[in-house]
């Protein structure tokens, strides 16, 4: 019926009251939700559907579409009255009476389809209840901006929604993280909603041309404007955002005078052209480039042209239209430049959900295209500075972005114990599964990937099992974002992986989901950890850190070839294995090739000198911990032991026995 694999997988839920598809910007999501919205008005009963959009510009993904052309069973028709986004004015915040009344009126009428923003759907709850919505499908484009925060109106609303339970939700979002500074819905209401989830994998391994997406991150001295050029190549078309005015990058000359200096370091410029509103600007070698400023909103008609002269279908398809974006705030969510090779980001982005907007404009399928990048440009902390380590939680916070980056472009994990056989559909090598060996299956179309791990731990709940399916993510989201576990495991020589991948996770796992049993926290914390260091491991692999040669930032379908070979490489895969390994160790191993050594050296001298003091629940993990190596060794660790983790397990078991004495005394 003209569906692609994302929207076949998303029809086939179309049923559901709840539906929240997570799926990668440029997969289709609009084109997706008219084949569900088609079939909840034909076949389903609901009266109207209601789509709602973050801002104006976005509404255009949802005009009419001749879906029977395809094959599909109907065309998916907006009547112009109602598409609200079309209507003239800004994007507002404030009451729009007129757009409010519209609403109104569409929900008394026998049409069928309304596209309206965030905010004009916002106010017409407001004024008309929640009620006035029943036996409706309320679509939310673009997902994340909905938060669970009290201060989020659209959250609490959708959350009244789903407490009178009689309208249908279909969310769409292409940067779903809880692991953000508030979570977009509680886990209540979650849990109400079915997921369909396509991966930035199955993505790019659909792709005709894109096959491979690089992540990194180039860290630099003095001024940006000085060290952009090493990483801005005229040959790329690429979107530049500058720093915000409050990052640290800032060079506090005025937004105008960066892309200036920008342009200036590119070439010699030339004007304007008449018809765009692109600079034009001659490089060295004599070859011109189109430049779209997005930044100076000082003359508005002249920003208009440029926005115009961008979003013109007629120019969709010419590669040579622009060379270069350059923005500060625009050009991120919703932004369709298929040709866009390099997404370069100067100074840190704390939304994860904004890094992955960014990154989503380089992703797009185009001929000739066979590889996208993205980079964060980084000041490097001043080994000058007194607050040193102060300056450096950017940094930290970069690599942690990086790192989940990594992690929502690596293959899925299917893990399983030793000799639980082959799973269907999974390709196990030329000579097939074999019993008692080290086996990893993959399957190509879906970037999946089958280990068997000795000791592992299954679990046994259904909510245990959907964490481990769906929700590794987002727990691997909390560890990498704690800033302790980036210190310690990064710069601290001194700390025994297990204390990160045992300890430190097992926490996380516990607070996350207090409600699952001992057993099956224990297999969400063995899953998470698995899922992290394999595709460190890989990465480690397919990028030649180990021979010390190779690009830094290789993020692609090279990861399965890197980690098969890693798998066939130790002679059993099993879980003590992948426990001892330090997840960060990779991402130190690219931050040591990027970042000045003396500034290096002394970041891990003021890290290494904080003491970390075992606290009582760390202590009352390790006596546990202790307990389980006696009944596998026939002994407790030992103080003197020349083995870091046992000697560790050992401190834990005198540091709960002080504490339990301690309570004793004062009990």
Not at 320 to 349: N, P, Q, S
Request: aromatic share 8%.
């Amino acid at each position: 019926m003209g569906m692609r694999p994302m929207q076949e997988r998303a029809y086939a839920k179309r049923g559901e009251q709840y539906l929240l598809i997570k799926s990668p910007p440029a997969s289709g999501k609009s084109r997706a939700l008219m084949f569900i919205a088609l079939d909840k008005l034909h076949n389903q009963g609901l009266e109207q559907a209601i789509i709602v959009v973050p801002e104006k510009s976005i509404g255009g993904s949802f005009m009419d579409e001749s879906l029977s052309k395809f094959g599909f069973w109907s065309d998916w028709v907006v009547k112009p009255q109602w598409n609200l986004c079309n209507a003239p004015g800004p994007d507002e915040e404030r009451v729009d009476p007129s757009k409010i009344k519209a609403v109104g009126q569409f929900l008394a009428s026998d049409d069928k389809v309304l596209v309206c923003t965030h905010a004009t759907f916002r106010f017409a709850v407001e004024q008309l209840g929640v009620e006035a919505f029943d036996n409706r499908l309320i679509a939310v484009d673009e997902f994340h901006h909905v938060s669970a925060s009290e201060d989020s109106r659209l959250g609490s609303q959708l959350t009244e929604f789903i407490r009178r339970d009689k309208a249908h939700i279909v969310a769409m979002t292409g940067s779903y993280f809880r692991g953000d500074a508030v979570p977009v819905l509680t886990p209540e209401d979650e849990a109400k909603f079915e997921t369909v989830t396509y991966t930035y994998y199955e993505q790019l391994n659909g792709y005709e041309h894109l096959k491979a997406l690089n992540i990194g991150y180039f860290f630099y001295t003095g001024r940006y404007l000085e060290a952009i050029e090493a990483v801005l190549d005229p040959d790329k078309k690429t979107i530049v955002h500058i720093p915000s005015v409050n990052a640290r990058e800032n060079p506090k000359i005025g937004k105008v005078s960066e892309v200036n200096h920008i342009m200036e370091a590119l070439g010699e410029w030339t004007g304007v052209d008449d018809a765009t509103g692109f600079h034009i600007v001659r490089l060295p070698n004599g070859r011109t480039l189109r430049i779209a400023d997005l930044v100076d909103d000082t003359d508005l008609a002249q920003r208009g042209k440029v926005l115009a002269a961008l979003k013109d279908p007629s120019h969709r398809n010419n590669r040579d239209h622009v060379d270069i974006i350059i923005a500060l705030g625009m050009a991120k969510e919703g932004f369709d430049w298929i040709w866009c090779e390099h997404a370069l980001t100067v100074g840190y982005r704390s939304s994860l959900t904004e890094i992955i907007q960014i990154i989503g404009r380089a992703t797009r399928d185009a001929p000739g295209k066979e590889s996208a990048s993205f980079t964060n440009l980084i000041a490097e902390p001043d080994a000058s500075e007194a607050a040193v380590v102060g300056a450096i939680n950017d940094t930290l916070k970069a690599i942690a972005a990086s790192l989940l980056m990594e992690q929502v472009l690596a293959p899925r994990f299917t893990f399983t114990p030793k000799n639980t056989g082959p799973l269907e559909g999974f390709d196990y090598g030329p000579g097939g599964y074999k019993e008692g060996e080290t086996n990893v299956g993959v399957r190509e179309a879906t970037g999946q990937l089958h280990f068997e791990i000795k000791g592992l731990v299954e679990p046994k709940s259904d909510e245990a099992q959907r964490i481990c399916k769906e929700d590794l993510n987002e727990v691997i989201t909390e560890f990498v974002q704690d800033k302790n576990n980036l210190e310690q495991g990064m710069f601290n020589e001194e700390t025994v992986p297990q204390e990160l991948t045992q300890l430190k996770m097992g926490k996380i796992v516990r607070d996350r989901y207090p409600e699952l049993s001992e057993e099956d926290q224990e297999a969400v914390r063995q899953h998470a950890i698995a899922a992290l260091n394999l595709t460190q491991k890989a990465k480690e692999i397919a990028s030649g850190i180990d021979a010390g040669k190779g690009d830094n930032d290789k993020v692609n379908t090279a990861l399965i070839d890197g980690v098969r070979k890693f798998a066939m490489d130790v002679r059993d895969l099993d879980i003590d294995l992948i426990d001892s390994i330090n997840p960060f160790e990779t991402a130190y191993a690219v931050l040591a090739k990027s970042m000045n050594e003396t500034v290096l050296k002394q970041v891990q001298s003021v890290i290494s000198a904080k003491k970390v003091k075992i606290s009582p629940e760390e202590a009352r993990s390790l006596a546990n911990r202790a307990v389980e190596f006696k009944r596998q060794r026939g002994r407790l660790p030992e103080i003197t032991s020349q083995d870091a983790w046992e000697k560790r397990m050992a401190e834990g078991v005198a540091a709960f026995a002080r504490y339990r004495a301690q309570e004793k005394s004062n009990g």
